[in-house]
């Protein structure tokens, strides 16, 4: 199984930054899929998560109304969304169902 | 936000058992809080070690285990190794959001 997350960079406060995972050796549309995220040095917050259907998604307080997680079960994808994005957003961003990608960095700075 | 509890530190012996909890502050922690547990090593991305209270990842060592102890979710180790040692992190879903706890530096010593 090997979940491949992309997207990542460098992008300035109140930007927009739009990150993929994309699923092999996985039914990727049995399974709630996760964005989760890890300021390095710190522990883990989970951001957002969505249905196998993607009829309902949650999201973690300090996201809500900037991020948005979104899936594409015949692509095997899921996506986040990120606008209005702040210098605190800066971590590495991990898609995880039971398995994890190895993460792509997002850095927000001017 | 509810907020969940991890031991921050445990030190458990070669070949001993140790238990690690999760517990939330909503009240005790149910079969449908869905817990999973992580493990995270230096440098490394995590992985599942326990997942839906109980369940095992194919590569989970049989000396892992996952449970509900006194209104909290567990983890136990049996017969720790020294690879064994790492961050250990607890995930409980809420119905739809989910929170993590703070982390265990679990030592093997």
């Known amino acids: 199984v090997q979940l491949v997350e992309s997207g990542g960079g460098l992008v300035q406060p109140g930007g927009s930054l739009r990150l993929s995972c994309e699923a092999s050796?996985?039914?990727?549309?049995?399974?709630?899929m996760n964005w989760v995220r890890q300021v390095p040095g710190k522990g883990l917050e989970w951001v957002a998560d969505?249905?196998?259907?993607?009829?309902?998604?949650f999201y973690v307080d300090s996201v809500k109304g900037r991020f948005t997680i979104s899936r594409d079960n015949a692509k095997k994808s899921l996506y986040l969304q990120m606008n209005s994005l702040r210098v605190e957003d800066t971590a590495v961003y991990y898609c995880?169902?039971?398995?994890w990608g190895q993460g792509s960095l997002v850095t927000v700075s001017s | 936000q509810a907020v969940v509890t991890q031991e921050p530190s445990l030190t458990v012996s070669p070949g001993g058992t140790v238990t690690l909890t999760c517990g939330s502050s909503t009240g005790a922690v149910t079969s449908g809080h869905y817990a999973y547990w992580f493990q995270q090593k230096p440098g490394q991305a995590p992985r599942t070690v326990i997942y839906d209270t109980t369940n095992k990842q194919s590569w989970t060592p049989a000396r892992f285990s996952g449970s509900l102890l006194g209104g909290k979710a567990a983890l136990t180790l049996s017969g720790a190794q020294p690879e064994d040692e790492a961050e250990y992190y607890c995930l409980l879903s809420y119905s739809g959001p989910r929170v993590f706890g703070g982390g265990t530096k679990l030592t093997v010593l």
């Open positions: 995880v169902s039971t398995y």
């Open positions: 050796d996985f039914t990727f549309s049995y399974y709630w």
């Open positions: 969505i249905r196998p259907d993607g009829s309902e998604q």
